[in-house]
């Protein structure tokens, strides 16, 4: 199976910056399309972004403009640069990952997620 871990997440000011990582383990996978989503409190989880193998990106509106998402094959990580944070981006962020296994065919995969608060 696969394993997702986020990092990167903390405290931040308003228009402030950070940049979340998660990294993929395990044996016998490969990953396909990734993804971040994002959960507040009271509120249902929320698509961020995503990005297929072949690098198409897709951003929800409130994000565009500020978040950037990329991926390192190589290093089977996904990130998540956010600019200039606003006070409504706070929430769980978690990693997303669809993988094909080499045994049992295609699964989706979740990371436990990464608190990002943006407060002065």
């Known amino acids: 199976q696969v394993q997702l871990v986020e990092s990167g997440g903390g405290l931040v000011q308003p228009g402030g910056s950070l940049r979340l990582s998660c990294a993929a383990s395990?044996?016998?996978?490969?990953?396909?399309?990734m993804g971040w989503y994002r959960q507040a409190p009271g509120k249902q989880r929320e698509l961020v972004a995503t990005i297929t193998r072949g690098g198409n990106t897709m951003y929800a509106d409130s994000v565009k403009a500020r978040f950037t998402i990329s991926r390192s094959d190589t290093k089977n990580t996904v990130y998540l640069q956010m600019n200039t944070l606003k006070p409504e981006d706070t929430a769980v962020y978690y990693c997303?990952?669809?993988?094909?296994?080499?045994?049992?065919?295609?699964?989706?995969?979740w990371g436990q997620g990464t608190q990002v608060t943006v407060s002065s």
């Open positions: 997303n990952a669809d993988a094909t296994m080499e045994t049992s065919g295609g699964a989706t995969y």
């Open positions: 395990g044996t016998g996978f490969r990953l396909n399309g």
